[in-house]
């Protein structure tokens, strides 16, 4: 195996842990590459030494380890639009108590850049790096539905209330171009509801999703129309820094 082999397949086990949400084995690993389970061990071993890969003492199973954070968040404060976002994220926390978030568009599932927490007690956190699926989230579907993407093949079931049918998720989506945001009504978590809206570049082309995450409890029907007017005056100020800026640098 030449040490380029070694590397992709390397990456491929990392591609690979990433979509696993409760980790993989190592017979899994060498049926995914195609090669016999000496040699995924090898690799699987390389990855935990230098802690790309953990695994676990008793299950045997492997999952990401923390380097991987590391390098993520490394990455995401490099980030040109979560620099400029900050400072509205701050200003929707404040004006609404609930835990603030920016999300993109990264491998088919919506990646977590910034949030500022919530200093109640009772919060919905969601670690910068974290990898969220689209169709069962307010910053999801908001990305799905002004970047008119293709829709996930598999819609998968993570609550009661979530849409896994093309034909539902299609007229939720028309809902949110229609009134500009888009609510997470216990589809991903129960307990919680999120609500969130687009983020557009100079051009008029989303490049990301804003939007707040609480318990049920205090995001109750009788106050989500105003979290909502909250969440979209913020998101406006945003658009216009956003194309401020893009406009002088052009």
Do not use: W
């Amino acid at each position: 195996m030449t040490e380029i082999q070694s590397l992709a397949r390397g990456l491929r086990i990392l591609l690979m842990l990433s979509d696993s949400l409760d980790g993989s084995t190592v017979t899994e690993v060498a049926e995914n590459l195609g090669v016999d389970k000496g040699s995924a061990s090898r690799l699987v071993n390389t990855l935990v030494k230098y802690g790309f890969a953990e695994k676990d003492p008793v299950s045997r199973r492997i999952s990401l380890g923390p380097q991987i954070v590391s390098l993520s968040r490394s990455l995401l404060t490099r980030m040109p639009l979560r620099e400029v976002a900050k400072p509205y994220l701050r200003e929707l926390m404040r004006s609404t108590g609930e835990c603030a978030h920016i999300g993109i568009l990264s491998q088919g599932k919506v990646l977590y850049i910034d949030q500022v927490e919530s200093p109640a007690s009772l919060r919905v956190n969601a670690e910068v790096g974290f990898l969220a699926p689209l169709h069962c989230t307010a910053l999801g579907k908001v990305l799905l539905a002004f970047g008119r993407l293709p829709l996930p093949e598999s819609l998968e079931r993570y609550t009661d209330s979530t849409l896994v049918t093309q034909f539902a998720l299609k007229k939720n989506l028309a809902s949110v171009r229609e009134q500009g945001y888009a609510i997470d009504d216990e589809e991903f978590d129960i307990g919680v509801r999120c609500i969130a809206a687009p983020i557009f570049d100079f051009r008029n082309k989303v490049v990301g999703s804003i939007g707040i995450s609480g318990p049920t409890t205090r995001m109750t029907p009788g106050v989500l129309q105003t979290l909502v007017q909250q969440v979209l005056e913020i998101s406006d100020k945003l658009n216009g820094r956003m194309k401020f800026n893009q406009g002088r640098e052009q």
